[in-house]
């Protein structure tokens, strides 16, 4: 990626990187030197502690073009502008250049957009934030196959389940089927055994009527005998009164 790419890639982040580096880094270096000499007299420890950021800058963040040092713009602009607490100095000229190298950053923040160093520092320019979202998205994509793949095997083992639970269902099927059959088998053999005691109470019945009927006619009969037996008895008495007359 060259310059005019990191230019197009909208990435603040780079943005304040050749901002402090083009200006801040030589220009403000020099600004803080030269107005800590001239505001020396009256601000003696801020221009003391511009001359620190100074050597700070020079010595530590142009070489190394660190992301996060110990210090960083923000605070500079904070220093700077607490000088004017008391009294309105040069140094406010310091404080506004390494404001606006702190809005960069702040932007970069605020988009969320990763730390990038340029390529004109050496560094890899956007490649190493578009790599770390690939990365990213790599590590999302593979959490999200792990989590269908752990549904996945929920689903399987589900499924199992489901089939030990059907096989089962289809055991009770069967044997209730059988209990069934052999209730069907019981139920016709006890309606054949009904039909045939129909059939025995029938003839018992066929039977007991004529016994019955039998049971009137000898009935019958002993009523006639007992009124022969009642007349012989009577034509006896008669017999035997004519025989005593005689």
Known sequence: MGCFDEVKSRNFSL???????????????????????????????????????????????????????????KFFAVVMFLSNLMNTGPLIAAAVCLLLAAICYGAAAFSGQGFASSKILGGTGVD???LTLLRGEVEAANTRADELDARVKELE?????KEHETSSLQSRVKLLEEQLEKTEEELKEASKNF?????????????????????????ANNEEMKT????AKAEMEDIERQLEGV
Not at 31 to 50: D, Q, T
Not at 200 to 216: G, H, I
């Open 15 to 73: 943005y304040a990187q050749w901002y402090v580096v083009s200006t801040q880094h030589f220009v403000y270096t020099i600004v803080l030197i030269a107005l800590g000499v001239v505001g020396f007299p009256s601000h003696i420890v801020f221009s003391i502690v511009g001359w620190v950021i100074a050597f700070i800058l020079i010595f530590v963040e142009i070489p190394l073009c660190l992301k996060c040092c110990p210090t960083s713009p």
């Open 128 to 130: 190493n934030v578009k």
């Open 157 to 161: 083992s589900e499924a199992t389940q």
């Open 195 to 219: 039909q045939e005691a129909d059939l025995r109470a029938e003839q018992f019945e066929k039977k007991s009527a004529k016994l019955q009927q039998e049971l009137d006619e000898m009935e």
């Open 228 to 231: 022969k037996f009642e007349q």
